[in-house]
């Protein structure tokens, strides 16, 4: 099939864009959008589909030559330009889109914003659109239903309400048209930027919630909502194929499940003879059920039909079939068809916009939490687990058994296997006689690095607990909740202010991403979570429930071994080992000491070293100590950053010999392959769908992202038991700084913006710049709880993250001994060094831009060359920093 003829455009000059651009575009600078990638365009796919409803359309096929494809992969564009259509290849930096991109999966949202981030572009460049997604038939022109009455904006719905200036209107942005001008580019732009308030929500609900907060009316914007009669969708059908001109396979989530009731519509189009009225062909690859569900008897048999207008599954049964404090499970339910559940429905499908990454399921029981059943009037029966039964709860009886739910279970093969388990047992149970369920096995783990040495019911108290919970690091006071809690061992009573803790644990995963259910609890536990709860909480003494973090001192005591503060199974498991060999060699009542955590602590070789212990070896001293800097592409030019760096080594007082010693981690290819070409010790660190090649600008989002890549790298050295100096880029090493460094039991030390003169005294003002940690629990418990706190600092930099921890006592609660560098040794451009003969090190901390640190750098250097170690000389003024924060001033 050929159309038109293609542009070639491999990498993008800035004018290929405006060709690409005015090639497509109509008469009035407006032109078609669509985003295609390889899943799209395989043979008989979605693109073939959306290409047949043009041809096939109403006055559609014309308007194939003002279509610009923007293809997202290599595979995409290749097949565009056979096709003959307006092609563009965009950049998508660095990030893999040549699979199918699942709904909502990571990749999915990051494709979303790519594609709002393009678009703004082209409206900055004078030209109009219309967005459509490629799930979207062209039955008819759509420019025919197009209001042209000033509107900035027309965007379709999945739920239209009759009022198309009403912006309660549930939007799409599947199908949209924007009008170029300043309210509109505004709006992109807005909307673009609160992608890093929005983690886990895709564009689409951003644009909902700007809407909700009043974006449109706040930049002037006319928008109008588009009628589901004439722009239909899977969500919300029209009820006139004679009126339909578009149609949009939303509510629906995979492409094949799309591709599948996109060819039935079409099918349906091509028979139909434009008059009558006639019913929708039925979906039925996206009307999808939950099928994690085993029907072992007929369930409306054990239905009440007693004026219920819901009866639901779940996940806990009280006891009680009409208390609103059950568990709910939305996996199996049954409703009747009534003004008060349809009243429901609207309100649970409307809920979605303020409930971004919850599941259904968490939002119904959200809104029967705030009475929405009640509210609403409707009498709803909780169904029991003795007879529709999950793995959250067995049913105690399988005579009485109805179906068998996979909840609490994960993953889809473990529900797989147990369920088999269940449906072979079932197979053989006579419907009698009272048995045991099988193990589940596949959806039943528990952390199994806790060695049981005693019976540890023993040494829990019954004394009114709700909950007991073991430590990492234990201060002596049971019911102090600054204790740094593990949940790797807990015990917990059922009543309703733990079961209100569960919720809310839960629930807050949805604000917790890339943190561990630990570090969730413990930020609930911060936020004094247990007091509001009226919950009396006991924390566990290590001196009974001991771990790698905090050794129990006596080990006719212990009653439990956690292998916490340890990174890997195979490391975890040499070291709970020789402690089961100590326990076994003393009889439990001779007191010996724990043996020494080596695997752990990196002091025992472990035959499949993973390549980052392999370099550390390489690189650190005898003590296990190194030096480690980050470095990206911009640091490498040619006598750039990383030359002037190196430069200041190999020129100052004994500094040379460290660069054996020196471990530069590369965060993109071509500074890994500089690196390796300097021959000093390079590791790669793969960052997904990361781009930090170029200058990192500060405070930039590349910016912060790289601080938080750089803490989990350095994180994981500390628990391969490597102490070391961490340094950026910019700090001119004039003299070996561990000569200037403390050796007397400090766990860090660190370098300062500015110094009151006090080493030991928390207030002065860090720099991550440059400081010295020692490997040991206290700080990976640092480092641990310094990286979980980025989710609470939302556009900070690390330093930032660890300067407010250092305000709420982070240093004082680990027990950590800390040193706060003096600046006339380890001098910055904040607060010069007044003795040249002093300095150590000099960071161009204040100072903005690469090129301005470069050349200010540079001028330090050559002073330094110059000075004889006796003369008082003066620092060269930092003339380029100074003039980089103008500049950012005046713009």
């Not at 009409?322 to 339910?333: A, E, L, P, Q």
């Not at 040379?656 to 471990?663: E, N, P, S, V």
Request: charged share 25%.
């Amino acid at each position: 099939m050929s159309f038109l003829a293609c542009e070639q455009t491999g990498v993008a000059p800035k004018d290929e864009l405006e060709t690409a651009l005015e090639r497509a575009s109509m008469v009035n600078k407006t032109l078609i959008i669509a985003v295609i990638n390889k899943a799209y365009v395989e043979e008989n796919g979605m693109l073939d589909l959306f290409l047949q409803s043009l041809l096939e359309g109403e006055d559609t096929k014309f308007l194939i030559r003002h279509f610009l494809f923007v293809a997202v992969d290599q595979t995409a564009f290749n097949k565009c330009k056979a096709l003959e259509l307006h092609c563009y290849k965009l950049d998508t930096d660095g990030v893999d889109f040549s699979r199918e991109v699942f709904y909502m999966s990571e990749n999915f949202i990051n494709m979303m914003w790519q594609r709002t981030l393009f678009l703004g572009n082209i409206l900055r460049r004078g030209y109009s659109f219309l967005f459509t997604d490629m799930d979207v038939m062209w039955l008819r022109n759509p420019f025919a239903k197009l209001s042209y009455d000033g509107e900035d904006m027309q965007i379709s719905c999945d739920s239209y309400n009759g009022r198309p200036l009403d912006d309660s209107n549930f939007i799409n942005t599947g199908f949209y048209f924007v009008a170029s001008n300043n309210r509109t580019i505004a709006l992109f732009d807005e909307w673009y930027a609160s992608r890093n308030n929005s983690a886990g929500m895709k564009e689409q609900d951003v644009l909902a919630k700007m809407k909700s907060q009043g974006a449109f009316r706040q930049l002037g914007m006319k928008v109008r909502f588009l009628d589901t009669a004439y722009f239909s969708g899977f969500c919300q059908d029209s009820k006139d194929l004679g009126k339909v001109t578009t149609v949009h396979a939303n509510c629906c989530c995979s492409v094949k499940a799309k591709l599948t009731d996109l060819k039935a519509i079409l099918e349906f189009w091509k028979t139909f003879n434009g008059t009558s009225r006639v019913t929708w062909p039925e979906r039925k690859a996206c009307n999808v059920k939950d099928m994690d569900v085993m029907w072992l008897r007929n369930p409306f048999a054990k239905l009440n039909v007693d004026g219920e207008d819901m009866q639901i599954s779940t996940d806990f049964y009280n006891g009680r079939p009409f208390d609103d404090s059950n568990f709910i499970n939305t996996g199996f339910y049954f409703v009747a068809s009534n003004n008060r559940t349809i009243a429901l429905f609207d309100e649970w499908y409307a809920s979605r916009n303020n409930s971004a990454g919850m599941k259904e399921q968490d939002v119904l029981a959200k809104m029967k939490s705030q009475g929405a059943f009640r509210r609403l009037g409707m009498k709803v029966r909780f169904l029991d687990t003795a007879y529709f039964s999950g793995f959250c709860q067995d049913s105690k009886d399988l005579g009485k058994v109805t179906t068998v739910h996979a909840n609490c279970c994960g993953g889809v093969k473990a529900k797989l296997m147990d369920l088999k388990a269940i449906l072979e047992f079932w197979k053989t149970f006579n419907g009698t006689s009272r048995v045991t369920w099988p193990e589940r096995k596949a959806c039943n783990v528990k952390d199994m690095d806790v060695m049981w040495l005693r019976n540890p019911f023993a040494k829990l108290n019954v004394d009114g607990e709700d909950m007991q919970i073991s430590t990492d690091f234990y201060n002596g006071r049971p019911f102090d909740d600054s204790n740094f809690i593990n949940t790797g061992f807990y015990f917990v009573a059922s009543n309703n202010r733990t079961i209100a803790l569960f919720d809310e644990w839960y629930a807050s995963r949805n604000n917790s991403a890339g943190l561990k259910e630990q570090d969730v609890l413990a930020r609930m536990k911060s936020q004094g979570a247990f007091r509001r709860l009226g919950m009396k909480v006991r924390f566990l003494d290590t001196a009974y429930f001991s771990g790698f973090c905090q050794d129990s001192k006596d080990i006719r005591k212990v009653t439990t071994v956690h292998a916490n503060c340890c990174v890997g199974v195979k490391t975890k498991l040499i070291d709970l080992k020789a402690v089961l060999e100590v326990w076994k060699a003393s009889n439990g009542i001779l007191n010996v000491t724990m043996p020494e955590h080596k695997a752990c602590r990196g002091k025992i070789d472990i035959a499949s070293k993973d390549k980052l212990e392999t370099t550390l070896q390489e690189v650190s001293m005898a003590n296990k100590t190194l030096i480690i800097a980050v470095l990206n592409k911009a640091y490498t030019k040619e006598n750039g950053m990383l030359d002037l760096f190196l430069q200041s080594l190999r020129e100052g007082e004994d500094t040379k010999f460290l660069i054996r010693h020196l471990l530069l981690v590369a965060v993109d290819k071509t500074a890994f392959n500089r690196c390796k070409l300097l021959k000093l010790h390079c590791y790669r660190l793969v960052i997904k769908r990361t781009d930090f090649s170029r200058e990192q600008l500060y405070m930039s989002d590349g910016f912060t992202k790289m601080m938080w890549q750089r803490i989990a790298f350095l994180k994981n050295v500390l628990k391969h038991g490597y102490s070391f100096i961490f340094t950026d880029m910019d700090v001119m090493w004039l003299r070996n700084p561990f000569t200037k460094l403390n050796h007397h039991g400090d766990d860090l030390q660190i370098s300062c913006d500015a110094y009151n003169g006090n080493p030991l005294d928390d207030s002065n003002p860090i720099n991550t710049g440059f400081y010295f940690v020692a490997s040991n629990n206290k700080t990976i418990a640092l480092f641990d709880a310094w990286y979980a706190s980025r989710i609470n600092s939302a556009g900070m930099k690390d330093q930032s993250a660890l300067s407010v921890m250092k305000s709420k006592g982070i240093f004082k609660q680990l027990g950590m001994k800390v040193r706060f560098l003096d600046t006339l040794s380890f001098s910055g451009f904040c607060q010069d060094s007044r003795d040249f003969k002093e300095v150590t090190t000099v960071h161009a901390n204040c100072c903005r831009s690469v090129k301005a640190k470069l050349a200010d750098l540079t001028a330090v250097l050559r002073v330094w060359k110059s000075f004889n170690s006796t003369t008082m000389v003066r620092w060269p003024e930092h003339k380029a920093c100074a003039e980089s924060w103008i500049e950012d001033i005046r713009i």
